[in-house]
């Protein structure tokens, strides 16, 4: 069968590409925005990548058409081939539950912040503990080639239990919508049966009107989950209690600091920024994680992470032992460059969230060393202004902060400034923050951080910096 995916290069659309092609699907597909590294890893899959919406690009006729929701909307040039010719047609999220996820033990990652770190951490415990674990990550987990993979199909009848290993696959959960024909959030698609609730705050400013409907959205998602599966959530998340009430019908188990309540699982710093932390069971040292990772909410992800392996039968120790060899996710604190006394790190910051606890995590590690924060905008809420009013507090842990003003940003980025503060700065070209970084910030005597936040491609700021950088050492 001839797969076409239109918006191919979109995290989720291409992962789903790449499981299409292990299915037996020919698969080929076109976007707007074709950029690394999911296009690389298209690429080296063989799998065809056509530029822009063109109707000529879907052609030969293929037998079905997955819509994305990213830029395709009705009026679409694609979107209205589509329509006209009478193709069949499916959202990624309704083809993942329809093809992929039917008869298998769904472990799901959801929340506003760290889902796809969370969904890697557990396909890399469930891999180590030998399990096989098919996955669906938005992002690269960097202790696999690959952003999705299949795993084995079980074959048998019957029930499904931690007793009789079944096929298990850990999928990123996100609450946007699923197509311009499908509102629903994509997770509703899902039928997880072990299911991890990161945390709730307010995202998305583009399709949810305010924090109730996200809400309704995740208690929906409960409603889909049985009575013998598994919510983990963390002790302390108002926003996750007001779900909560509104109906659960699953057996949940808490995530924490050991001050938080206490948890039933609870993390005890051993290091600085959680380099290193204990791990406790309902108050019992069950080990020591000792890994790559920094900060607080890692702890957490790797808490949940942890609890959701042990429902589908892996033991706490083996996971720790696994968290231990965990390298990671692409874009997330990736370590891009590391020129003379220089640091310089990709990571994929959308939420005012997402970038103080980054921030915070990185300044527990390095202390009084500097840091240097290259921030752009990209997600709709942070484009159309929601979080205004609380940048500039998130962003308090960086020595210097560079703001990138977008054409289409909504609202006055000059606000972000200070009289007389020269740490601050917004800058409307990408040119002029990679020679303020290099000609004003590079003090090669000193030890610096450079960290670029964006879930964009940022006009490929990363590669040209480094590159500048290392003229200039």
Same mark, same amino acid.
């Given at each position: 069968m001839h797969l076409?995916?239109?918006g191919i290069c979109g995290t989720l659309m291409g992962s789903l590409a790449l499981l299409a092609k292990?299915?037996?699907?020919?698969?080929?597909?076109?976007?707007?925005?074709? $950029?690394?590294p999911m296009s690389t890893q298209l690429e080296s899959h063989g799998i065809e990548l056509r530029e822009g919406y063109l109707p000529e690009n879907l052609k030969p006729?293929?037998?079905?058409?997955? &819509?994305?929701?990213?830029?395709?909307?009705?009026?679409?040039?694609?979107v209205e081939y589509v329509l006209e010719r009478g193709f069949d $047609?499916?959202?990624?999220?309704?083809?993942?539950?329809? $093809?992929?996820?039917?008869?298998?033990?769904?472990?799901?990652?959801?929340?506003?912040?760290?889902?796809? +770190?969370?969904?890697?951490?557990?396909?890399?415990?469930?891999?180590?503990?030998?399990?096989?674990?098919?996955?669906? &990550?938005?992002?690269?987990?960097?202790?696999?080639s690959t952003s999705a993979?299949?795993?084995?199909?079980?074959?048998?009848?019957?029930?499904?239990?931690?007793? !009789?290993?079944?096929?298990?696959?850990? #999928?990123?959960?996100?609450?946007?919508?699923?197509?311009?024909?499908?509102?629903?959030?994509?997770?509703?698609?899902? !039928?997880?049966? +072990?299911? =991890?609730?990161?945390?709730?705050?307010y995202d998305h400013a583009d399709i949810f009107p305010d924090l109730a409907a996200i809400q309704q959205q995740f208690h929906l998602l409960l409603r889909t989950v049985p009575a013998n599966g598994l919510i983990v959530r963390p002790?302390?998340?108002?926003?996750?209690?007001?779900?909560?009430?509104? *109906?659960?019908?699953?057996? =949940?188990?808490? #995530? *924490?600091?050991?001050?938080?309540?206490?948890?039933?699982?609870?993390?005890?710093?051993?290091?600085?920024?959680? +380099?290193?932390?204990?791990?406790?069971?309902?108050?019992?040292?069950?080990?020591t994680v000792a890994w790559q990772l920094l900060g607080e909410h890692n702890a957490h992800n790797a808490l949940a992470a942890i609890a959701a392996a042990r429902h589908v039968g892996v033991k706490p120790g083996v996971s720790i032992a696994a968290l231990g060899q965990f390298k990671g996710v692409k874009r997330r604190m990736e370590l891009i460059g590391d020129v003379a006394a220089s640091r310089i790190y990709d990571d994929f910051a959308h939420h005012p969230t997402a970038i103080q606890t980054t921030?915070?995590?990185?300044?527990?590690?390095?202390? !009084? @060393? @500097?840091? =240097?924060?290259?921030? @752009?905008?990209?997600?709709? +809420?942070?484009?159309?202004? #929601?979080?205004?009013?609380?940048?500039?507090?998130?962003?308090?842990?960086?020595?210097?902060?560079?703001? $990138?003003?977008?054409?289409?940003?909504?609202?006055?980025?000059?606000?972000?400034?200070?009289?007389?503060?020269?740490t601050v700065q917004v800058m409307d070209r990408r040119e002029r923050i990679i020679d303020a970084v290099v000609e004003k910030l590079h003090k090669p005597d000193l030890p610096q951080h450079f960290v670029i936040m964006s879930n964009g491609g940022f006009g490929g700021i990363h590669t040209e910096l480094v590159n500048r950088l290392q003229q200039s050492a």
């Open positions: 076409h995916i239109l292990e299915l037996g699907f020919s698969v080929s597909g076109s976007d707007q925005n074709v $950029y690394p006729d293929p037998d079905l058409v997955m &819509i994305g929701n990213a830029g395709l909307p009705r009026g679409n040039a694609a $047609y499916i959202s990624g999220a309704e083809w993942l539950g329809r $093809y992929v996820l039917n008869n298998r033990w769904v472990i799901a990652a959801a929340g506003t912040h760290g889902k796809t +770190t969370t969904a890697s951490m557990v396909a890399w415990i469930l891999e180590f503990a030998g399990l096989q674990p098919g996955f669906l &990550i938005g992002g690269v987990p960097r202790n696999f993979r299949l795993g084995p199909a079980r074959l048998e009848a019957g029930p499904l239990s931690a007793a !009789r290993p079944p096929s298990l696959f850990v #999928v990123e959960a996100d609450e946007y919508d699923t197509s311009y024909f499908d509102r629903r959030s994509k997770f509703l698609h899902y !039928r997880p049966r +072990t299911l =991890i609730l990161n945390n709730l705050e002790q302390q998340d108002a926003n996750l209690d007001r779900v909560i009430e509104q *109906g659960c019908w699953t057996p =949940i188990e808490t #995530v *924490g600091l050991a001050q938080d309540g206490p948890p039933l699982w609870s993390a005890v710093a051993g290091g600085s920024g959680f +380099t290193e932390f204990e791990v406790h069971l309902g108050g019992v040292h069950q080990g921030l915070h995590g990185l300044r527990k590690k390095v202390g !009084r @060393e @500097e840091i =240097i924060a290259i921030i @752009e905008p990209a997600s709709h +809420t942070m484009r159309k202004g #929601v979080h205004q009013h609380v940048l500039t507090n998130a962003c308090l842990d960086a020595d210097h902060v560079i703001w $990138y003003r977008p054409d289409d940003v909504g609202w006055d980025m000059s606000q972000l400034l200070r009289p007389g503060q020269e």
